[in-house]
């Protein structure tokens, strides 16, 4: 089955960094794009970036363009959400995610909380 395992979150202060991490097993990694979303009590889940099956192709929200990095590694199923120039409102639960034959599949979530 399907398992997405985060990891690497913490407590950082404002304009630190962190990078998160993703461990997947039980579908074929290097065939599915995967994304990150996070998600802060009393507000909409956020997609945060994707990337592409092949790592070639990311996207990010306009919220963390310039300060985040998706990456992945299709060798040991591993996909990662470098952050940096952290601010008080990236504090949230930060999500790995990979949709297949129509059904979303999540982890349990890292949280991040940036502050002082």
């Known amino acids: 089955q399907v398992q997405l395992v985060e990891s690497g979150g913490g407590l950082v202060q404002p304009g630190g960094s962190l990078r998160l991490s993703c461990a997947a097993s039980?579908?074929?990694?290097?065939?599915?794009?995967m994304k990150w979303y996070r998600q802060t009590p009393g507000k909409e889940r956020e997609l945060v970036a994707s990337i592409s099956r092949g790592g070639g192709t990311t996207v990010y929200s306009d919220s963390v363009k310039g300060r985040f990095t998706i990456s992945r590694d299709n060798a040991k199923n591993m996909l990662y959400l470098q952050m940096n120039s952290l601010k008080p409102e990236d504090t949230a639960v930060y999500y790995c995610t990979v949709r297949r034959n129509d059904m979303d599949y999540w982890g349990k979530g890292t949280l991040v909380t940036v502050s002082s």
């Open positions: 039980g579908f074929a990694f290097s065939m599915n794009a």
